[in-house]
């Protein structure tokens, strides 16, 4: 494998994966680097099994459509994901192990380089550029050079390691995690809705069990397995801080196992059982690429003209303020979806360097929309054209870089 890139992309999932094939497709040698053991990040990762983002509430209109398009395609034909359900918003639930089976293929296609199993450690800066990235893996440390770089780590490591300027959630505020929850053995013409749970969770705290947080969440059936995936176990945590996020994570599975018990309350749920957690924390903020732009949140309630957009947004305000404390909703007025700016994706300070996912520069309340996965593939596959086109040394501008989104079927509206 060579030590040399046109870009290298950080991050693997939905953003990273997007930013990878996009940048390869506009002609740039790429190398996708990811710490775990698969693609697809919190899809794969962190029980985050529903796609977030890709369609309009109302009707239900797609919205994004590109590598995401792609992706839901292919995850259609294995019969691995739902249609369209609107739960407070409207999301697609799909099955893990497929999602990571079209992205090692879809990268593979797309002529991408992966690494997986490979840790950011750190990144090299000359002047106002990215010039490197070091990363370890089991051999030792080795490192990659590249014209361009994009991250989507989701905790902005690369951005944060190279010297360019970041941010640490908005204004004081950083929204709680959720550990995703799988339950299996549940029949399935067994009753088990969101009020349900509720219910069942209140009248176990009024009980006096312990380590319930939240009442409410997405409670959802899965495709193939038809498990229930529920977002119930909060937590509150620094995700820069291994320490934090590992007492973080014990006491979320520590609320699984409570949980476990109020499925089990329900009718004909007695012989549930936990499939999986997480394994990791499903982390909604960390750390933001400050951008050339920071998306507001008037913008995504009060969408304007698209003609400058590189990605659509069409998930709307969820902020999860704190453990247990039912989330905030706002949602976007007509037509269903937001335009994102190229602005709010590339560094203000680094000119080399691209956000992708929830990375991205927006406000507190832009933030919790922006975060989305499906938004997320938007976002990667805009970055990594633009990253692309640096790299290059051409016009890395918003005309050039919606015309090459276009050409790879990502369909943004005038």
Known sequence: MTQHYDVIVAGGGSGGVAAA???????????????GPCLGGAATLRNVV??????????????VFGVAGEVITALREMGAISEPTRFTAVAAVFDPESVKRVSDELCAQAGVD?????????????????TAVRVADHS????????????????????????????????GWVQNGT??????????????????????????KKAGAPDLTAESGLIARMPISGDLITYLADEGYDARSAADTTRAEIGARRQAQAYLQVVRSLPGCGGAYIVSTGPEMGTRES??????????EKEVLQPGPVDDAVAIGAWPIEYHPGPGIPSEWKFIGDPGFYGIPLDVLHSRDTP????????????????????????????????????????????????????ELNRQGARLPE
């Open 114 to 130: 992966v690494l997986l199993h490979t840790h950011v450690l750190g990144a090299d800066r000359e002047g106002d550029r990215v």
């Open 21 to 35: 094939i996009g940048a390869s497709r506009a002609g740039a040698r790429t190398l996708l680097i990811e710490r």
């Open 287 to 296: 750390r933001h690429l400050v951008g050339r732009y920071r998306f507001t």
């Open 140 to 171: 030792g440390i080795h490192e990659f050079t590249a014209k361009a770089f994009v991250d989507a780590t989701g905790e902005a490591d690369l951005a944060h390691h190279a010297g360019a300027e970041v941010r640490y959630g908005n204004d």
């Open 352 to 403: 080399n360097l691209f956000a992708a996912g929830r990375t991205v520069d927006g406000d507190r309340g832009a933030g919790a929309s922006l975060r989305a996965m499906g938004t997320a593939f938007a976002t990667g596959h805009a970055a990594g054209v633009a990253a692309a086109f640096t790299a290059a040394g051409g016009d890395a501008g918003t005309e050039a870089v919606r015309a």
């Open 179 to 204: 550990l995703g929850v799988r339950f299996g053995g549940i029949p399935a013409d067994a009753e088990v809705t969101r009020e349900a749970i509720g219910a069942a969770v209140r009248a176990a």
């Open 50 to 63: 529903t796609y977030c983002g890709l369609y309009t509430r109302d009707d239900k209109q797609q919205a």
